[in-house]
């Protein structure tokens, strides 16, 4: 079990061509030609494991898949993927300048400090000081690529793998 989380900022066109696979397909199909030309660059941002943390300090301290602000800015968005070991969402256009407008006006890493102790799922292993530190670590690039995405006009896929 991986569980790595990764974020892509996508054109139009590699958009496109991911929703014209077959979705049974389309966890390989990102694996071989997204990630394979992304991984690495400015338009993506690993997540490691924190990803999990990431999305209970938006909710709170709870689990949350609202597919609105600011639980989408890592878990939420239309879901293009969704089997038992795979998941990929997309969040569109309007997602990702919603994203950077509410990132400029409340800092993520404010927000996983003052909700990480509160995360209330008993399954969740990461909850301690290192888990605290290595969430904060892996969130830190998150405004940034959020911001090249709108700058390229691009939409975001979230990607994990159980």
Not at 57 to 70: A, R, T, V
Not at 111 to 127: A, G, L, P, S
Request: charged share 30%; net charge negative; proline share 2%.
């Amino acid at each position: 079990m991986s569980r790595l989380g990764m974020l892509y900022a996508l054109n139009e066109e590699d958009v496109k061509k991911l929703r014209s696979v077959p979705e049974e397909e389309r966890y390989e199909y990102m694996l071989e030609e997204i990630e394979e030309a992304l991984i690495g660059s400015p338009r993506s941002c690993e997540l490691d494991k924190a990803w999990e943390g990431i999305q209970y300090c938006l909710g709170g301290g709870k689990w949350n898949e609202d597919n609105c602000i600011p639980t989408n800015i890592v878990f939420g968005g239309e879901v293009l993927v969704e089997k038992d070991d795979e998941i990929i969402t997309l969040k569109n256009h309007q997602d990702v300048r919603d994203i950077v407008e509410y990132l400029y006006q409340n800092k993520l890493q404010e927000i996983i400090q003052k909700n990480f102790w509160n995360i209330d799922d008993e399954n969740f292993m990461y909850k301690n000081d290192d888990g605290l530190e290595h969430t904060l670590g892996w969130s830190e690039e998150i405004l940034a690529f959020y911001e090249n995405a709108l700058k390229e006009n691009c939409q975001v896929i979230f990607t994990v793998d159980f």
